[in-house]
């Protein structure tokens, strides 16, 4: 496909549905999360319920040990794995082996949400690399996204089969300049092209190839504790679906947006939670594949 310019409205996504989701749980795909420190077990806990409400069809959690009883019973629709922790309560990197039977069955993984050290993200996230598959499809948020640029290979490795999620500072990151200072679609072009990425970001969407989409939907209120947690759980499930990454990142950036738009109108402007997101979604799908 030729590198392309889109806006993505309702009419372009129904030319370009979902693939049909099967009569059983297993046929819409096993999605893992990988995130979930003692300090913020929440933002794996969204993400996981984000890849549930666009009908990923069986969740695992693998979160801290000190948290997983108290994540098991917020979400009993998923199962939970024990991660081994560190005395501050970060996740241990050597704690892939306990994913092994997980990862050998996950249809995609994310890893990030609720990780609290950068050292140990990025020492787990290379474990992961190893572990898996070659071909399992990653989404990276958070400090597993930041460990990029310095995971060398292992980040060469993930090429042709990863989603990032960032915000501007972290796009910065991921291009090692300065933190502060204006994001161009220049910049988030070169981020997709450096780390042969889906890219979904402040309502861009960029593939490797330089294709480019827009979503003219969303506001500030999305800027919100925990709304990223959402769209990249989103992004996995629809993935997890059979979805492409580029289809995937499409349709849950204008989800996100567009449940955010219904939540302005309902709530207000500011001050809507990243758990309604969660609640707003599945309607705003719902009407795009009637």
């Known amino acids: 496909m030729p590198p392309v310019d889109k806006v993505i409205t309702p009419s372009a996504l129904r030319e370009w549905p979902l693939p049909q989701p099967g009569q059983g749980k297993s046929s819409r795909g096993r999605v893992l999360v990988v995130g979930g420190a003692r300090v913020t077990p929440g933002a794996a806990i969204l993400a996981g319920l984000g890849a549930l409400r666009v009908g990923a069809g069986v969740l695992t959690l693998g979160v801290g040990s000190s948290v997983a009883a108290s994540v098991a019973v917020a979400v009993p629709e998923a199962g939970v794995v024990w991660l081994s922790e560190t005395e501050q309560g970060s996740i241990a990197a050597g704690s892939v082996s306990e994913l092994a039977g997980r990862l050998a069955h996950a ?34 948020d958070a400090f597993a996204l930041g460990a990029l640029p310095g995971i060398g290979t ?39 092209d450096r780390y042969g990425a889906v890219l979904s970001s402040d309502n861009h969407v960029w593939s490797p190839d330089g294709s480019h989409w827009t979503v003219p939907a969303g506001h500030p209120g999305l800027g919100t504790s925990g709304s990223g947690d959402v769209l990249a759980g989103a992004v996995l499930g629809l993935i997890g679906r ?11 950036t204008y989800l996100h947006a567009a449940a955010g738009d219904r939540l302005a109108a309902s709530v207000g402007a500011l001050g809507f939670l990243a758990r309604e997101l969660l609640d707003a979604v599945p309607a705003v799908l719902s009407e795009l594949q009637a």
């Not at 949400?113 to 050292?119: R, T």
């Not at 059979?242 to 849950?252: E, H, I, N, V, Y």
């Open 107 to 140: 249809d995609a993984i994310l890893v990030g949400p609720g990780l609290d050290d950068a050292e140990l993200a990025a020492a787990l996230l290379v474990a992961l690399i190893d572990a898996c598959a070659p071909e399992l499809p990653f989404v990276l």
């Open 154 to 192: 292992a980040a060469q490795a993930l090429a042709g089969r990863l989603v990032l999620t960032p915000n501007s500072s972290e796009i910065r990151r991921l291009l090692e300049l300065d933190a502060s200072g204006e994001v161009t679609d220049a910049m988030r072009e070169e981020v997709a």
């Open 242 to 252: 059979g979805a492409s990454l580029t289809q995937a990142a499409c349709w849950a």
